[in-house]
């Protein structure tokens, strides 16, 4: 082999050797970029997770969007079935409490309470054009979707009211909803969604307009219980159905990371 077929392949080896190098700097660049981006998004997840449970123990208050970077977090919360696995676990406590703790006394003023949004009817499709509560609350465009009449039941909460129905509970529906404007959209809506046989759907009559969540729902149940009634149990999304005043004997709390009721 003569001097120039030797140059000509430590030439070859050299670039080789070249291209070797700068595929594996690139690489590692690749792998950094990864693991920083698996971080930031594992960041992105704990705090959000955090914060979903804030909300949810009552320690954050008065909120009126969720934060923009948990939107898909909240979406996948909402729709991955956590969500749903969430309710059916707090629904399994509801029966427990009944069958260990509920003696009802069968007068027929055995009562128990529930919500209507997000609590019997879902409104997972206009929040989830609502980039899951990313956007502010909007009365109008609810309103408009609440006489559309398009929220489905909530299967396990469903099957709960039917359970207590037939056991001889008086469930009352208690809504903030606007009595006036939204009753028949509110009452078709629940009847083709299955809610039948319950005691009453008290909602929001003229007098109580602009009254905060907490205040009237608490004198509604005040009107309850001054009739007889005794409320073994009350459940809800919000907090502000479940404090106050003759808040019942145990209350439930569903979740709802999407919006925020004062
Ligand atoms: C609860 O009852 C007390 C005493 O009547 C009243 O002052 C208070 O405003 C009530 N709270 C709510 C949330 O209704
Ligand atoms: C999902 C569902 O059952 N929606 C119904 C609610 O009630 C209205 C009437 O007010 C029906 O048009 C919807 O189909
Ligand atoms: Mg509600």
Sequence with gaps: MGWW????????????????????????????????????SEANYNYCLSWRMAVE????????????????????????????RDISLIVDQIYAYLDDSVSPLAD?????????DD?????????????????????????LWAL????????????????????GFKVMLITGRDEETLFDATFDNLTQEGFIGYERLIMRSPEYRGQGAMMFK??????????????WGNVGDQWSDLQGNFTGDRTFKLP???????
């Design 5 to 40: 077929e030797r140059m000509k392949i430590s030439k070859v080896l050299v670039i080789v050797m070249l291209m070797a190098v700068t595929v594996e700097v690139s690489m590692g660049k690749h792998k950094k970029r990864d693991s920083a981006e698996t971080t930031s």
């Design 57 to 84: 123990s009552n320690n954050m208050r008065g909120w009126r969007t969720i934060p923009t970077q948990c939107w898909r977090y909240i979406q996948s919360y909402m729709v991955g079935g956590q969500y749903t």
């Design 108 to 116: 027929g003023f055995d009562a128990w309470v529930f919500d209507v």
């Design 119 to 143: 609590t019997c009817l879902s409104n997972l499709f206009y929040y989830q054009a609502k980039r899951f509560g990313c956007d502010p609350y909007n009365p109008t465009e609810f309103r």
């Design 148 to 167: 559309k009449g398009e929220s489905p039941a909530i299967p396990a909460v469903l099957q709960l009211f039917n359970k207590l129905t037939l056991t």
């Design 218 to 231: 608490s004198e509604m149940r005040k009107q309850l219980i001054e009739q007889g009634y005794r409320i």
């Design 256 to 262: 709802n990371p999407m919006y925020f009721v004062p």
